[in-house]
């Protein structure tokens, strides 16, 4: 018992909030949106080192 006490009242923040409410539909968009910028960064990373082998091979 003194165990569940301890745990419930944990001076740790929720990971939920009351006050802030998410739709699934937009949960979903931000994630579509988070992945289409992460593909973006990585096809400019790429595209970055392929640029910088012509640039070296050039000199």
Known sequence: ???KKK????NTP???????????????????????QKQLISDLDIKHKEWSKCVDSKF
């Not at 745990?7 to 944990?10: C, E, F, K, R």
């Not at 998410?22 to 579509?32: G, P, R």
Request: aromatic share 14%; net charge neutral.
């Open 14 to 36: 929720s990971f939920f909030s009351n006050e802030m409410i998410i739709t699934k539909k937009s949960l979903n968009e931000n994630q579509l949106k988070y992945t289409y």
């Open 7 to 10: 745990i419930g009242s944990s």
């Open 1 to 3: 018992m003194d165990i």
